[in-house]
């Protein structure tokens, strides 16, 4: 079983950059698929991004395609989210998540077996 640690969230302005970080304990990150998702108040939880095992493939919802950079580094069992142009629509607890399938087009929470414990981004205009 792997333990994912969030952090990083805080309030900014819009316009503003932040990176989350994702970090794992237990099992070593690099064998599973990572996603990051939101969930703003009165909202589903929704996908942001997600990244294969090895890093080389990615994937965006369109709502932050261009704005948001998902990446990893196996060596320090941390994923990151990279946000920029930060808009206050973007205001979400975010989550990490970790999957055993090997994959990376993968939006849907049921496909995702590990879940951090989330950290809040908020964005003022």
């Known amino acids: 079983q792997v333990q994912l640690q969030v952090s990083g969230g805080g309030q900014v302005q819009a316009g503003d950059s932040l990176r989350l970080s994702c970090t794992a304990s237990g099992r070593i990150l690099s064998y599973y698929t990572i996603g990051w998702f939101r969930q703003a108040p009165g909202k589903e939880r929704e996908f942001v991004a997600a990244?294969?095992?090895?890093?080389?493939?990615?994937y965006y919802a369109d709502s932050v395609k261009g704005r948001f950079t998902i990446s990893r580094d196996n060596a320090k069992n941390t994923v990151y989210l990279q946000m920029n142009s930060l808009k206050p629509e973007d205001t979400a607890v975010y989550y990490c998540a970790a999957s055993k399938v090997t994959g990376w087009r993968m939006p849907q929470n049921y496909e995702y077996d590990y879940w951090g414990q989330g950290t809040q981004v908020t964005v003022s205009s």
């Open positions: 990244i294969s095992w090895s890093g080389s493939s990615t």
